[in-house]
């Protein structure tokens, strides 16, 4: 099977056993789904960085902040037949749910868009208070002319929202809070305003009429959100059958924004598409692909953490070309270049 992804030779780029972990007793599972912008003349990606405590023989331990911020670990004992592990990323017992790993930012750079480093003086960002005390997840970087917006998954024994936090350097931020409530996740804003209001695309879901569609709803400050409109929604049958979620901030085209998205279907297989919505009025869907731009066809995407899985959240333009950085198989970092034009070419106009 091909896609029309260009995958970089060097993949994967990052690994976990690329950077230190950041907590005392505690390894590195997993590295996936960067945050990606452009500052100082280089290319930067806020890693989704999923840690957990040693593996023990007889034990199940799940890592979560308590409310000072520090990293608690949840002891239960493996041969309980109460236990559901059959999910790699998700504990059940007894009617609760907990994450087997937990997730916060970290930030590396590089000149040339292949190889990464960290800098010390960046410090990671991560989960504050009791609505992030299980991480925070797959952020979103938007450039605007007041600094950088970070939407990002909270993810906490509550539920799943949206959270945003804004710097102008990456050192110091400023919290917003939950801009999404919850169930709600795949938040991209717009990189400019359209006829003077923001936009963003968001995905709330409600599995008891309805499903996991894509949203846009629109505000006057980034902070505030209303007049949801669901514009995308499952197509059964198809790869994006049961779940879909905006990637990165839409690009801007002559013909329309171009929205990189990601599709799962039954099996949890996580493909990426594309859709292109009215220039002037983002809530009208121009055209969307049939056939994903990308599926998980490379080893790194099939075996891993969570196997067959490409999940992006983060792109560069340049030119005609999109350089998306992306997890796979929700254990590493990779890159892969598309052609903008021949995206636009497989559009299906509707
Ligand atoms: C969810 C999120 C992503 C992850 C995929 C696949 O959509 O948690 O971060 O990559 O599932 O596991």
Known sequence: MMDIATRFDTNPLLRPSDLRPWYEGMEIACLLNPGVFRMNGRIWLLLRVAERPLLHPDKVRIPVYDPDGQVKVLEFDSSDPDLD?????????????????????????????????????????????????????????????????????MVSPFAVGVGLRVTCDFRRFETKGMIFPPHNKDCALFEE??????????????????????????SPDRLHWGNHKCIAVNRPGNWDSVRIGAGASPIKTPEGWLVIYHGADESNRYCLGAMLLDLEDPSLVLARVVEPIMEPIACYEKQG???????????????????????ASDEVICGASFSISEIMAILNRQ
């Open 85 to 153: 592990t059959s999910d790699p990323r998700v504990i059940k017992y007894r009617g609760r749910q907990y994450l087997t790993t937990l997730s916060y930012l970290r930030l590396v750079s590089s000149e040339d868009g292949i190889h990464f480093n960290e800098d010390p003086l960046y410090p990671p960002v991560v989960g504050q208070g009791e609505l992030e005390a299980f991480g925070i997840e797959d952020c979103r970087v938007a450039c605007f002319d007041d600094g950088y917006y970070l939407t990002y998954t």
């Open 193 to 218: 305003r359209i006829g003077g209001r923001y936009y963003a695309l968001h995905r709330p879901s409600s599995p008891e009429l309805g499903g996991n569609y894509i949203w846009l709803a629109e």
């Open 305 to 327: 953490f969570f196997g067959n899985v490409v999940f992006t959240n983060g792109h560069i333009v340049d030119g005609d070309r999109l350089i998306i950085y992306y997890g």
